[in-house]
């Protein structure tokens, strides 16, 4: 008995011990979690919330300043029946394919540039940086400017080669391209701080050994640079074309959905037929449309993604 009882306390330290750094644990938890909570609590309100009255609100007709009537899932027959739909959706899907054809690779191109530079690389990230911080509005204003059929300066300077002057905004072939590198011009800048993020990653021994190697430099840069940015193109390529798809302002600042509908897209509809038409239970199931597209593409370009790239 006397050495059961002088050996139980030595059994009990390591015991003890493992339920304080237990408990430490879950009050180092709790603590984490209460400085989360009002950040949780505001997403929660302005992001979760919203989405939810909205898929309720899609099964109702609802008026500005009227009540809220049940109508099952007329919004959604509606929805696809309206001509609007189709063109929407063609339109948006549209935008995205300018967007990775005209502007996908330039950050890439540009964030090489700038890396490869032996001088004056912090002058250059902030003129590339720019645009990123003009406001939308001034960027209106100046892409109008630019766009003008009689004196802007994109006609000017093609009219000194001999070329008759074009109708960027109005001509159907020529508006989504227009508002593509607008829209390019805008967003590279941020992205492209992206990709110099990443390849400043890159250890430059990698390209010390790849020199005495004979590798070139497009060798470099498709033996070293370009797998150590597949996983951030990966992900910058999904949420642009996200973006793209959802575009509005661009659209609606610059061509109110025209000419015709070639520039109609489904948040420009959304918004027309919540605040212009004032129908908040048909504009809600447009936007249920909407998350549903988004995340079927998300998900089917996540699977695709990685069967490729099991790794």
């Known amino acids: 008995m006397s050495v059961t009882s002088q050996t139980n306390p030595l059994m009990s330290k390591p015991v003890y011990k493992t339920v304080s750094r237990r408990r430490s644990h879950q009050t180092q938890q709790i603590i984490a979690y209460l400085f ?9 309100l302005f992001a979760w919330y919203p989405i ?119 001509n159907p072939a020529l508006v989504k391209p227009s508002l593509v590198m607008m829209m390019t011009w805008g967003s590279f800048g941020a992205t492209a701080l992206i990709y110099l993020s990443s390849l400043q990653e890159i250890p430059s021994e990698l390209y010390e050994a790849a020199e005495l190697d004979g590798a070139g430099p497009m060798g470099r840069i498709w033996n070293i640079t370009m797998p150590h940015l597949y996983p951030v193109i990966s992900t910058l390529f999904i949420l642009q074309v996200l973006s793209v798809v959802q575009v509005f302002t661009e659209p609606f600042l610059m061509t109110n959905g025209g000419p015709g509908r070639e520039t109609l897209t489904p948040a420009l509809n959304i918004y027309n037929r919540a605040f212009i038409r004032g129908n908040l239970g048909y504009a809600s199931a447009w936007s249920v449309s909407m998350i549903v597209v988004l995340l079927i593409f998300s998900i089917i370009y996540r699977v695709v993604n990685n069967k490729l790239n099991p790794e």
């Open 52 to 170: 939810l009255k909205a898929i309720e609100m899609s099964f109702h007709d609802v008026s500005m300043g009227g009540a809220a009537v049940w109508k099952g899932l007329g919004n959604y027959e509606l929805m696809f029946k309206d001509p609007a739909f189709g063109i929407a959706w063609r339109n948006s899907f549209e935008f995205a394919g300018w967007s990775l054809l005209l502007g996908f690779a330039i950050p890439i191109g540009v964030a090489m540039f700038v890396r490869e530079m032996r001088h004056a690389q912090g002058f250059f990230r902030i003129v590339y940086f720019l645009p990123t911080v003009v406001p939308s509005a001034i960027a209106v204003i100046i892409w109008r400017f630019m766009y003008d059929p009689d004196g802007g300066i994109l006609n000017e300077l093609i009219g000194s080669f001999g070329t008759d002057r074009m109708m960027w905004l109005t």
């Open 36 to 44: 989360l909570l009002p950040a949780l609590i505001t997403f929660a």
